[in-house]
Nanobody, 117 residues
Framework: QVQLVESGGGLVQAGGSRRLSCAAS????????MGWYRQAPGSQRELVAS???????NYADSVKGRFTISRDNAKNTVYLQMNSLKPEDTAVYYC???????????WGQGTQVTVSS
């Protein structure tokens, strides 16, 4: 069992930056692939970025070059550094964990990111 708690959301101006954090507890963090999803009002939840157990990242085309996912196994934490934010990045961002990047089973409660134009 894995418990995930996101933090770092808030209001930011377009062009600004924000770093999201997700602290994991309850199991052995290095054994899990991690991901960040987001869901905007009226839209389906979409994968933003994922990172394998060995640290290999993958990004949605919409955030490539702007967002960076990383993990610190010593702190049981995964991060999402978001730069050059756009109003269309506004969404609730969710942290997820799973045995692989193809199977996320655990979810955090979400953190709101609002980008003003």
């Amino acid at each position: 069992q894995v418990q995930l708690v996101e933090s770092g959301g808030g209001l930011v101006q377009a062009g600004g930056s924000r770093r999201l954090s997700c602290a994991a507890s309850g199991s052995i963090f290095p054994n899990y692939a991690m991901g960040w999803y987001r869901q905007a009002p009226g839209s389906q939840r979409e994968l933003v970025a994922s990172i394998t157990r060995t640290g290999r990242p993958n990004y949605a085309d919409s955030v490539k070059g702007r967002f960076t996912i990383s993990r610190d196994n010593a702190k049981n934490t995964v991060y999402l550094q978001m730069n050059s934010l756009k109003p269309e990045d506004t969404a609730v961002y969710y942290c997820s964990a799973g045995v692989s990047t193809l199977s996320f089973n655990y979810w955090g409660q979400g953190t709101q990111v609002t980008v003003s134009s």
